[in-house]
Structure formats: C-alpha cells, structure tokens
C-alpha cells in the first residue's frame, strides 16, 4: 500500500500532466511552460521543478502517458481468440477512434517533431506498445504455418528489435515466427495505417473522399490481404 507522501506525488504529477494536456490543446507542444502549468494547478513554480526538472522532461512524461493509453486502448479492443482478420479491424477501428478523440496527444505522438526536443530511450517501451498488440495478431495468424525466412535483408535490424520486444513483452520466442519478409509487411502495413490516420486528422483528405470511414476502411481490408491474416469478406465499421 502506498505512503500518504507516495500518494501526494501521485496525485501532484497526475495534476501536472493534466494541465500540460491543456496546454497541449491551447498552445501547443513547443509552447509547453513549467510556469503556466504551475499557475493552472495553483502552486509555485518551483514546487513544480521538484516533480519535473525541465521542460524536456515535461514532454517525456506526456509522451510516455499518451503512448500507454494508446496502447491500452489497443490492448483493449483486441478480441484475444478471435480470428486474425477480426482482431486486426478491430484494432485498426480503436486507433482511428483514439485519434479521434485524442487529436492534440495524436498530434504529439505522431505529428511533426517538437524543435530542439530529443526523445529519451525511455520513451522506446511505450512507444512499441501499440505495435506489439499488431505484432501479436500477425503471430498468431502464421503461427502454425511460418512464411519462409528470406535472410539476410535490409529488413533484418528490425526484425530482431521487433522479435526481442516481444520477448521482453510476452514472454515467447516467435523467431521462427517472424522473419524479415513478415516483419517488413507488418511494419509496412501498420505505418500506412497511421499515414491513412494522419491524413485524416491533418486535413490531407478534403477533396479525397466524402466519406473517410469508407476510405479508411478500404484501406484496412487491403493490408488485411497484404498480411495473409485469412479474411476475405471483411465487415467493417465505418462503412
């Protein structure tokens, strides 16, 4: 059980992050200010300083949060069990949903670099969270048939990052799983699912479509094949 002093910094940096999220909305992640964060929750800014040294710091902490969530928001409407293609959409449908409903964090995450910041490594296990839960569809759908391994590539560094941090995450080897060729179909499929998300919530598709659930979900059925994930007539929301 935590201490009444361990609570209090819980619940002072949950304020914190909660008013730099404001900010986030109001001004921006460049204009991000210890200052103004500090008068938003009613305390001095150098009380502040003894929770977050900088605002660098700031940013790491609000990356990390927005990564997590994004995560467990996939995590979450992931149908463990279901059939490979179901479980894709479904995870596809919550990202779309989640920038959605999160544009500014969406915007920080994965729109244009903050000048002058540098993420830290600790920003690299939160941010793989959401890739993990796709990596964990592709698994299972070839699991009991593995694609040939076509080594060496350009495609090999990858591999091994994405075959460790599901190591690390899960607890299971999918060496003979996911080789190069897979790896860089699942990566390739998952960044033009976030490029279809960031046209949309960028303003990239006025004059594209009229209806950009349709398109989004055109886009989702294809990589589906793209990713053998063994489904052919996909219903899927947004349509």
Sequence with gaps: MPTPRETARTETMAAILGAARTQLADVGPAALSLRAVAREIGMV???????????DELLTALIVQCYDELGAALEDADPQ???????WVAVCDALRS?????????????G??????????TT????TRPTLVVVSIVVDAHRSSPPVRIEPDN???ARDFVVEHYRQAKGEDVDGVMTSDLVARTLSAWITVFGAVSFERFGHLVGVTE???????DIVR??????????????????
């Design 45 to 55: 800014s150098s009380a502040v300083y003894r929770y977050v040294a900088s605002r």
């Design 81 to 87: 069990g279901g059939k490979p293609v179901d479980r």
């Design 98 to 110: 989640w920038a959605a409903a999160h544009p500014h964090e969406y915007a920080l995450l994965y």
């Design 112 to 121: 244009s670099p903050v000048p002058g910041y540098r993420a830290p490594q």
């Design 124 to 127: 690299v296990g939160p941010a």
């Design 155 to 157: 495609y090999s560094p």
């Design 211 to 217: 209806d950009t659930g349709a398109f989004y979900a």
């Design 222 to 239: 294809d990589l589906a094949t793209t990713l053998e994930l063994s489904g052919r007539s996909l219903e899927l929301s947004g349509r």
